[in-house]
């Protein structure tokens, strides 16, 4: 089956600066990687995803990348602010399977 | 509309009960799971349900069984609790094919002691 592996488990980082968490799979037939962003006490929450045909995405200051070759794929939030302090999930899938999560990323934002 | 909604969302069992946890959803989805998240263990599938009528082991499915009862809810149940089952549990609801992202219930916090 599929195994995901996700780094760093923690990041620090003071606000306005980048910060990247990276993920690496081990299914070459999974094509949807989806990210989740979960709060303190809340479910988990979609952010943004990719499929296996791209290799970039955006939506405002956040953006994934996808390398199918080294079957990893990297989430990268710019701009930080303090709200974007939470736990993040990188997950992969084939299109018809179940979600393999990693174990999480806690971020936080320092003022 | 709803989403996905769990029931329970708290629930303290001494080790040995049963229990059941609910899960129902009002979007029309194919495939539901269920998840246990742990610290620094992400969140692992105990089982899924691809379809109505049809159930599979996930990851972790000792100590649980499930039901889906139609297209809209899918039971977990413990039947002899342990605390090692103490975990945030989530439901999740996926429409059947292409690639969509899960969306989630809002958990049950379930200790065991």
């Known amino acids: 089956g599929e195994n995901v592996e996700q780094h760093p488990s923690t990041l620090s980082v003071q606000e306005g600066d980048s910060a990247v968490i990276k993920c690496t799979y081990s299914d070459s037939a999974s094509n949807y990687f989806p990210w989740y962003k979960q709060e303190l006490g809340k479910r988990p929450q979609l952010i943004i995803d990719?499929?296996?045909?791209?290799g970039e995405k955006k939506d405002q200051r956040i953006a994934v990348t996808l390398n199918k070759t080294a079957k990893h794929f990297s989430l990268h939030i710019t701009e930080t602010q303090p709200e974007d302090s939470a736990v993040y999930f990188c997950a992969a899938t084939t299109s018809y399977g179940k979600l393999t999560f990693g174990q999480g990323t806690i971020l936080t934002v320092h003022p | 509309n709803a989403g996905v909604t769990q029931t329970p969302k708290f629930q303290v069992l001494k080790t040995g009960q049963s229990m059941t946890l609910q899960c129902a959803q009002d979007m029309n989805h194919n495939s539901m799971y269920w998840y246990r998240q742990d610290p620094g263990m992400g969140l692992r599938l105990i089982y899924y349900?691809?379809?109505?009528?049809?159930?599979d082991k996930g990851e972790v499915p000792n100590g649980y069984n499930v039901s889906r009862l139609n297209k809209r809810e899918f039971s977990l149940r413990l039947e002899s609790a342990a605390p090692s089952q103490t975990s945030v549990y989530f439901c999740?609801?996926?429409?059947?094919?292409?690639?969509?992202?899960?969306?989630f219930g809002s958990g049950t916090r379930l200790t065991v002691v």
């Open positions: 999740a609801t996926r429409t059947g094919g292409g690639n969509y992202g899960y969306t």
């Open positions: 349900s691809a379809s109505e009528g049809t159930t």
């Open positions: 990719i499929r296996s045909n791209v």
